[in-house]
């Protein structure tokens, strides 16, 4: 064989192994994962995506929660993010069946969110948290996403979702701060959050 026929070979078997290695050996691995019933409360876990859920996936892509959020709960020796409550196991492969695109995540400028929906399971506490992080949070440097919300004048009675907001997030009288629906799916997405289930083998 010449020169050039050994360093094509070389470079095929290099991307032929790393393909097998990085995609053929994974995809065997995981292509079999189902979710599992559980047999007392008959639910789904994962669950399948409601229309509400899959919408706010998409809320939370676009706005880029992923660059500050990581949702996986790693293992290894010392088991630190168990230490730090951000979930009661490590995260399993079948957690993420139904999430396309999976937002692992590699940052953690904020906690983890794997467990959010089991920690933090309060549609009222997400908006207050999403419209500005510091009135449930102080100190929080997480951006405050007010344009999720509409600040409207009450007509009739007081929307039953209005934000209850004091001293300097109050509004004027009269007025009210709802959740578009872009937040409210993005909250329904937050609360399904759970990776609590035990993971049948
Ligand atoms: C610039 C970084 C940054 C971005 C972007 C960001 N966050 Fe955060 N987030 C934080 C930080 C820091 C905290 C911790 C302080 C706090 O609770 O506000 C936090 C806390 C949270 C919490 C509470 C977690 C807990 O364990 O109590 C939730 C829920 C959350 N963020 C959701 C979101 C969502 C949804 C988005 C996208 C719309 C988002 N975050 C975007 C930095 C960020």
């Not at 050994?6 to 995609?23: D, E, H, K, Y």
């Not at 995809?27 to 994962?33: I, P, S, V, Y």
């Not at 730090?84 to 139904?98: A, F, L, M, T, V």
Request: proline fraction near 7%; charge should be negative.
């Amino acid at each position: 064989m010449n020169y050039a026929s050994w360093l094509f070979l070389g470079v095929f078997l290099t991307f032929a192994a790393s393909w097998v290695a990085l995609v053929f050996i994974p995809n065997e691995q995981l292509k079999g994962l189902q979710s599992q019933r559980d047999e007392i409360t008959g639910e789904l876990h994962p669950a399948p995506f409601s229309g509400e859920e899959e919408r706010g996936m998409r809320v939370y892509v676009a706005n880029g929660c992923v660059y500050c959020h990581s949702q996986q709960v790693r293992g290894g020796d010392w088991n630190a993010d168990l230490e730090r409550g951000w979930g009661s196991r490590r995260s399993h492969p079948k957690d993420y069946i139904y999430d396309v695109p999976q937002q692992l995540g590699t940052m953690r400028t904020g906690p983890d969110l794997s467990n959010i929906g089991v920690r933090q399971p309060s549609a009222e506490w997400h908006y207050r948290h999403l419209y500005d992080p510091e009135i449930t949070s102080p100190g929080s440097n997480m951006p405050p996403h007010p344009f999720l919300f509409e600040k409207r004048k009450i007509t009739g009675a007081r929307a039953p979702d209005a934000l209850k907001l004091e001293g300097e997030w109050a509004v004027e009288q009269g007025w009210e701060v709802v959740p578009k629906p872009g937040a409210r799916d993005l909250v329904k997405y937050l609360q399904r959050l759970d990776q609590s289930y035990e993971i049948e083998d």
